[in-house]
């Protein structure tokens, strides 16, 4: 558990904040229209060069976060750009294809097991998204961000 009184703590919190927007976004990339895609890269990379100077100014000693982040941009931009920028299905109801590669659509209530939460649907095609997993990890780690650590 993070100290909240650590001076560190805000510039983690705030980490934590960007790395769960990203993740869902990445999410939703996987199952929208070449036209959202192309629509939701820009404001990605953005945030990703938010992250960039989070890190130049909070997390000086990480040598993790810059290769991971361009690694994040990578995977985003791939993921932005495949099908030739032409993808027209869109499987954001969980119950369609991946418009993508065809793959089944994954679609769980994130608060299932929290008795009393109302249902937080995540969807997602997780053959198009695999390539996110080792940079959200490394970001999330102590050589990272330390957000693993909330
Ligand atoms: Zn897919």
Do not use: Y
Request: a negative charge; charged letters at 25%.
């Amino acid at each position: 558990m993070l100290d909240t009184n650590h001076p560190q703590s805000e510039h983690i919190f705030r980490a934590s904040g960007f790395l769960d927007g990203l993740l869902k976004c990445s999410q939703r990339m996987s199952v929208v229209p070449s036209a959202v895609r192309a629509d939701l890269l820009p404001k990605v990379l953005s945030r990703i060069d938010d992250m960039r100077a989070l890190a130049a100014e909070h997390f000086t000693k990480s040598t993790a976060i810059a290769p991971a982040l361009d690694e994040l941009a990578r995977v985003f931009t791939t993921l932005a750009n495949l099908g030739d920028g032409n993808l027209v299905a869109d499987a954001t109801d969980g119950d369609e294809p991946c418009p993508a590669c065809g793959g089944d659509v994954m679609k769980f209530d994130a608060m299932a097991t929290i008795k009393g939460q109302a249902q937080q649907w995540i969807i997602l095609c997780k053959n198009c998204t695999s390539e996110f997993s080792k940079p959200f990890r490394e970001l999330e780690s102590g050589d990272g961000f330390c957000t693993m650590f909330i």
